[in-house]
């Protein structure tokens, strides 16, 4: 079942909708479709309604039932422990006060989510994956070599993109791991605070998938701390603390081990972007087994 609510509904995105579902007040249609028809009729919406807004409600095997799409509304859908809620607009932004100890620069929900919550029992269909690359393990000592993430909308793959970061040196045993080069970061590489404000930018109040999210979340801190950026408030899931709970039996937990286990043949490229397609399908086939 699926429930549509709309305003400015121009005559033909109307007539178009009467052909799938019942207008049973201005702007406010139901009715039962499939998936398929479901996403195609949204896209058609969103395509067309012009500056009017939409929201479409349906049904969902998630713990709530249920789940929603908005587009051009003031009304935001968030993920607060695993259960999606509808944020109402605020006419006076509220700023939490960012100076919490060693968290300088976070807000306090960023704190509570990134240090507290890292799994999700509920399947989020909108989100972003999120990884980097390094030039070793210690944050201290090492940089941000790559950063890239994935929009998913609906459980579709939207837009895709990664940053190489201008490094002073990139060790051989990175360059070999991670076929990123001195040259190729000369060419195309871009300074750390530019990437930063960018991934930020998109990823700031979103629902953002990291696998082992203590690693990248320390180089991401100790980055935006030496660029004097301001760190963004994000709904986590830590998708390798999701892994570890359901595949106990596995010899390791690392993001092309999990792979093997679920029966997924790709093999963990070392890529930004490509490690982010791979974290997906692990998270699709967690999902299945739960």
């Not at 207008?23 to 500056?51: F, P």
Request: negative net charge.
């Amino acid at each position: 079942m699926i429930v549509v609510s709309m305003t400015n509904c121009p005559p033909k995105l109307r007539g178009d909708l009467s052909k799938w579902l019942l207008e049973i007040n201005t702007g406010v249609y139901v009715g039962q479709v499939s998936a398929r028809v479901r996403d195609a009729l949204w896209k058609r919406i969103c395509e067309n309604i012009g500056s009017g807004q939409a929201t479409m409600v349906f049904s969902m095997n998630n713990e709530q039932h249920m789940d929603f799409y908005v587009h051009n509304t003031s009304w935001t859908p968030v993920d607060f422990d695993g259960i999606k809620l509808m944020r109402h607009p605020n006419p006076v932004p509220y700023k939490a006060d960012i100076h919490a100890g060693d968290d300088k620069g976070m807000s306090l929900a960023a704190v509570h989510r990134m240090n507290q919550k890292r799994r999700r029992n509920t399947m989020v269909t909108s989100y972003i994956l999120l990884d980097i690359e390094t030039t070793g393990l210690s944050k201290e000592k090492d940089d941000i070599l790559e950063i890239g993430f994935v929009k998913i909308s609906g459980g579709k793959i939207i837009s895709q993109r990664s940053f190489l970061i201008n490094v002073e040196k990139i060790p051989d045993e990175i360059v070999k791991l991670t076929g990123i080069t001195p040259e190729m970061v000369q060419s195309e590489g871009v300074d750390l605070k530019t990437a930063l404000e960018e991934t930020f930018d998109i990823i700031d109040d979103k629902n953002v998938l990291i696998y082992n999210a203590d690693f990248d979340l320390g180089f991401l801190k100790k980055g935006a701390e030496s660029c004097d950026v301001d760190l963004p408030d994000i709904h986590l899931l830590d998708v390798f603390e999701l892994a570890k709970k359901m595949i106990r039996s596995a010899p390791n937990h690392k993001l092309e081990t999990v792979a093997v286990q679920l029966g997924i043949e790709k093999k963990q490229n070392h890529r930004a972007v490509e490690d982010c397609l791979l974290m997906n399908e692990v998270y699709l086939k967690l999902n299945e087994k739960g």
